[in-house]
């Protein structure tokens, strides 16, 4: 069983090479949380598996949200695996999961990374598509080498990009509570009304209102999912997302 959240494809589209590997189930963390679902049965021996992206260097809130509510059964020895998505350094997320796994008396085996386009577009620019495909590329050889250890229940920590950024981890992700703030989210004229936004929202916290969405939460996650996936790109965050583009993975379907 593999549970993912992803909000613009990365972290589903390495759940889903690491599922057609082992034949897993993959269980949507969103779907999950929406439906209250938290209590999963593991048959003997099943892989207990997580794929998440990494946000200021820890986990996503809807992460540890879920993780906090999560039950697991389970029938003799599960090797269990997290497996990152991230643009610059992973920091301390593999231990933010191991710490909540522990709480559930469940050992985290395997600790895996895999470098992909960074969707954080207040910083990062995203308009040079070739670069993006570039990026995408690269990350099929770590997507088949982390496969390869989880097939063969290889135990360790085979994250080598924690790096420096784990000693200032528990300071950025600090930060993370005051970048959530919905108040830096605006919408252009050339909005459609689609209300893809919010439907898609993972913690519900945008509704259409005249046709237009307006955040009716003060804090969300911060997957900028809103903004990378509306049609129109008629979603801002802060002042550089306008110039940075938007990115999905091409390779999945969201």
């Not at 703030?181 to 929202?201: E, H, M, P, Q, Y």
Request: hydrophobic share 40%.
């Amino acid at each position: 069983m593999i549970f993912y959240f992803s909000a613009t494809g990365n972290s589903k589209y390495v759940a889903s090479r690491i599922g057609v590997a082992t034949g897993d189930q993959l269980v949507s963390i969103v779907d999950c949380l929406k439906k209250e679902r938290f209590h999963f049965s593991l048959t003997e021996n099943e892989m207990l598996g997580f794929v998440t992206p990494t946000y200021f260097w820890g986990l996503p809130t809807v992460v540890t949200d879920f993780l906090g509510r999560l039950e697991v059964e389970t029938v003799g020895d599960h090797y269990t695996f997290h497996v990152l998505t991230f643009g610059t350094a992973t920091g301390t997320a593999n231990d933010m999961l191991a710490q909540q796994l522990a709480a559930n008396s469940i050992a985290l085996n395997g600790r895996f990374a895999v470098r992909m386009v960074d969707t954080w577009t207040p910083l990062f620019d995203l308009s040079d598509e070739a670069k993006n495909r570039e990026v995408t590329a690269a990350a099929e050889p770590q997507i088949a080498e982390v496969i390869e250890k989880i097939r063969s229940h290889t135990p360790g920590n085979f994250n080598r990009n924690q790096g420096t950024w784990k000693l200032a981890s528990p300071a950025l992700y600090a930060a993370y509570k005051n970048g959530r703030k919905t108040k830096k989210f605006a919408v252009a004229d050339s909005c459609i009304g689609c209300g893809l936004c919010a439907k898609n929202c993972p913690v519900d916290a945008i509704q259409l209102r005249e046709g237009k969405p307006v955040w009716t939460k003060e804090q969300c996650t911060l997957c900028l999912g809103c903004l990378h996936r509306c049609p129109e790109f008629a979603i801002t965050y802060g002042k550089n997302t306008a110039k940075h583009g938007q990115f999905v993975n091409p390779n999945v379907q969201l």
